[in-house]
């Protein structure tokens, strides 16, 4: 059994006094910005159903970069194909799950299915123990359940809502997300400080709140019925779902994000590297995902929001650009709990401007038959991108050292900017013109 020991977090680093406090302030946050009134009602359902999942999916999650590290011992370069492989291993189940969904038009019950395969992944974690290769089968099997959830729920969402309100419906939808994500760190730690024993007890208590979630989603959200009449952005050949592919926006769309997404650090990168640079205590390195997906909660409705004002591709260009300034403190000799502090604001930020406002550009532009699959062929995209830059990254953190590979990434990620935005620019004035 590993013990909470093993991360020198034996003595409290933080108390939650009211979690059910956070949740009140963001539903008032919603309603004070006219959100509720905008959004329907399966939109907030499948809000509440993530909220739920990624309570669970955090608590076994923030810890990871450090336990393979120092705690099983895997060197930069190992940790980076571990990483890619656990945020892209799924891309071909989730072409799968995105196709079905369209297909039978049975999105909900897809969903439904990767959420109980992620579901009852928590207590095979209790049966495998600390078996490695049995261990590894088993994040790779929930990380398939999320790749099958994804592109279906994603297409419940921009299939309840009005084209021109879609950054909004999905800024809802990360914002409850990300609160799951913001609690399970909390959760976690709270339940390890309280027990001062293994992690027998978080794994049981994250199957109880995936298993309330999938609850969620079969008793209360409904299939979105078919429009009478559907707006498409994108011409495609009968009887060939996956020539969207080849429709040049929506190619032009998915290139750019791979591109963008081979130029992104993996959180736990950036921050291993604020931990080596301040040397705080491993306890302390939970609290940093704590604080990114607190930025990213209270900004997610906003910049949806502001995407559907002044364009998405500006948002989302956007986003993208305020990674130099993350990689810049870390290039930073004089690195200070302010810099910390920034960074993680900075980060939270970027998902907000990014995530949501990336799904609501495709859904824009794909009809209504092929909506699932066009998301999943997308967020694969995306992922495989990451993949190669989790890689990328730990080989070149092994061979030259981490400032290096730092270094390289400013250049790759304004390089990708680079020759990304004209192509997503173009594709806007395009689709104004359409």
């Known amino acids: 059994m590993t013990r909470l020991a093993s991360y020198g977090c034996n003595r409290p680093v933080y108390q939650v006094q009211d979690s059910s406090a956070l949740v009140r302030a963001h539903r008032s946050l919603l309603r004070r910005r006219g959100v509720g009134g905008r959004v329907g009602r399966t939109v907030l359902l499948l809000g509440v159903v993530s909220l739920l999942t990624d309570i669970s999916s955090e608590m076994v999650a923030t810890v990871l970069p ?38 039978w038009r049975r999105h909900k019950e897809v969903a439904a299915f990767g959420y109980g ?33 994804t592109a279906p729920r994603d297409a419940m969402i921009s299939l309840s809502t009005p084209k021109e309100q879609l950054g909004a419906a999905f800024g809802v939808h990360r914002a409850l997300d990300t609160t799951g994500a913001l609690l399970g760190p909390l959760v976690a730690f709270g339940l ?22 999938l609850a969620v989603l079969l008793l209360f959200v409904q299939n979105p019925r078919p429009k009478a009449e559907v707006e498409e952005a994108v011409e495609l050949p009968q009887g060939n779902r996956l020539r969207l592919l080849a429709e040049r926006r929506f190619l032009g769309l998915g290139l ?32 940093l995902f704590v604080a990114t997906a607190s930025v990213f909660m209270v900004l997610a409705v906003p910049m949806g929001q502001l995407a559907d004002r002044v364009g998405r591709t500006k948002v989302f260009l956007g986003g993208y650009c305020l990674l130099l300034p993350v990689y810049g403190l870390l290039l930073a000799t004089d690195v200070g709990l302010a810099a910390v502090v920034l960074a993680t604001i900075l980060l939270g ?27 999943a062929a997308l967020i694969t995209a995306t992922s495989t991108g990451r993949m190669l830059a989790s890689i990328l990254f730990g080989a070149l953190w092994t061979a030259f050292g981490y400032e290096a590979a730092v270094a390289a990434f400013v250049v790759v990620l304004l390089s ?19």
């Open 66 to 103: 450090l336990y393979l590290l120092y705690t099983v011992g895997l060197s930069p370069l190992l940790y980076g194909v571990v990483d890619g492989v656990y945020q892209a291993g799924a891309a071909l189940v989730r072409i799968a799950g995105g196709f079905v969904g369209d297909r």
């Open 117 to 149: 395969i992620s579901a009852f992944c928590k207590p095979a974690l209790i049966a495998v123990g600390s078996a490695w290769g049995a261990l590894l089968g088993v994040i790779l099997l929930d990380r398939a359940g999320k790749g099958i959830r």
């Open 192 to 213: 390890l400080m309280w027990t001062q024993t293994s992690f027998d007890g978080v794994f049981f208590v994250s199957f109880c709140f995936a298993l309330v979630g």
């Open 256 to 287: 750019a994000g791979a591109l963008l997404g081979v130029a992104t650090m993996s959180d736990g990168f950036v921050y291993l590297g604020l931990q080596q640079k301040l040397d705080f205590e491993p306890g302390m390195f939970p609290l």
């Open 349 to 375: 930020t970027f998902y907000a401007a990014t995530d949501g406002v990336l799904a609501a550009m495709a859904s824009a532009l794909l009809p209504e038959e092929v909506r699932g699959t066009g998301l």
């Open 416 to 434: 990708a900017l680079a020759t990304a935005t004209p192509v997503l620019m173009r594709m806007q004035r395009r689709a104004s013109h359409a």
